[in-house]
Protein backbone atom coordinates (compact mmCIF):
# COMPACT_ATOMS: atom_id res chain seq x y z
CA UNK A 1 0.00 0.00 0.00
CA UNK A 2 1.17 3.30 -1.26
CA UNK A 3 1.70 6.15 1.95
CA UNK A 4 0.49 9.48 0.61
CA UNK A 5 1.67 12.70 1.41
CA UNK A 6 -0.55 14.46 3.87
CA UNK A 7 -1.79 18.14 2.22
CA UNK A 8 -0.28 20.69 4.42
CA UNK A 9 2.10 19.15 6.45
CA UNK A 10 5.50 19.86 6.93
CA UNK A 11 8.34 18.65 9.41
CA UNK A 12 11.34 19.86 11.41
CA UNK A 13 14.70 17.95 10.91
CA UNK A 14 17.38 18.64 13.72
CA UNK A 15 20.56 19.28 12.13
CA UNK A 16 24.13 17.77 14.27
CA UNK A 17 26.29 21.40 15.34
CA UNK A 18 29.48 21.60 17.39
CA UNK A 19 27.60 24.03 20.00
CA UNK A 20 24.70 22.90 21.19
CA UNK A 21 24.76 20.57 24.17
CA UNK A 22 22.94 16.85 24.62
CA UNK A 23 20.93 18.55 27.75
CA UNK A 24 20.12 21.48 25.83
CA UNK A 25 18.51 19.50 22.88
CA UNK A 26 16.88 17.06 25.30
CA UNK A 27 15.18 19.89 27.46
CA UNK A 28 14.37 22.05 24.18
CA UNK A 29 12.56 18.50 22.84
CA UNK A 30 10.86 17.93 25.64
CA UNK A 31 9.32 21.94 26.65
CA UNK A 32 9.06 22.78 22.79
CA UNK A 33 8.22 19.58 20.54
CA UNK A 34 6.47 17.66 23.65
CA UNK A 35 8.91 14.76 23.40
CA UNK A 36 9.22 12.60 26.68
CA UNK A 37 12.34 12.25 27.87
CA UNK A 38 13.01 8.53 26.12
CA UNK A 39 12.01 10.11 22.24
CA UNK A 40 14.35 13.41 23.06
CA UNK A 41 17.39 11.45 23.99
CA UNK A 42 16.71 9.07 21.62
CA UNK A 43 16.50 12.05 18.60
CA UNK A 44 19.58 13.89 20.00
CA UNK A 45 21.49 10.22 19.48
CA UNK A 46 20.40 10.16 16.03
CA UNK A 47 21.51 13.39 15.11
CA UNK A 48 24.50 12.93 16.61
CA UNK A 49 25.07 9.65 15.24
CA UNK A 50 23.50 10.89 11.52
CA UNK A 51 23.59 14.19 11.54
CA UNK A 52 20.19 14.90 10.96
CA UNK A 53 16.58 13.47 12.58
CA UNK A 54 13.13 14.28 12.16
CA UNK A 55 11.98 15.92 15.42
CA UNK A 56 8.25 16.85 14.36
CA UNK A 57 5.53 16.88 12.29
CA UNK A 58 2.25 18.12 12.06
CA UNK A 59 -0.21 20.62 10.29
CA UNK A 60 2.04 23.31 8.60
CA UNK A 61 1.48 25.98 10.45
CA UNK A 62 1.59 24.59 13.62
CA UNK A 63 5.05 23.30 12.73
CA UNK A 64 6.51 26.33 11.38
CA UNK A 65 5.88 27.88 14.76
CA UNK A 66 7.33 24.81 17.00
CA UNK A 67 10.62 25.78 14.39
CA UNK A 68 10.71 29.48 15.38
CA UNK A 69 10.88 28.30 18.76
CA UNK A 70 13.27 25.63 18.69
CA UNK A 71 15.48 28.17 16.38
CA UNK A 72 14.88 30.88 19.03
CA UNK A 73 16.74 28.30 21.71
CA UNK A 74 19.74 28.54 19.39
CA UNK A 75 18.93 25.11 18.32
CA UNK A 76 20.23 23.87 14.50
CA UNK A 77 16.87 23.28 12.62
CA UNK A 78 15.50 23.60 8.82
CA UNK A 79 11.61 23.00 7.96
CA UNK A 80 10.78 20.50 5.13
CA UNK A 81 7.19 19.75 2.81
Do not use: P
Not at 8 to 26: C, G, R
Not at 41 to 61: L, Y
Amino acid sequence: MKRRKSKNKSSIILLNDDFNTFEHVIQSLREICGHNYIQATQCASIVHSNGKCEVFRDKKELTEQIFYELELLGLTVELAE
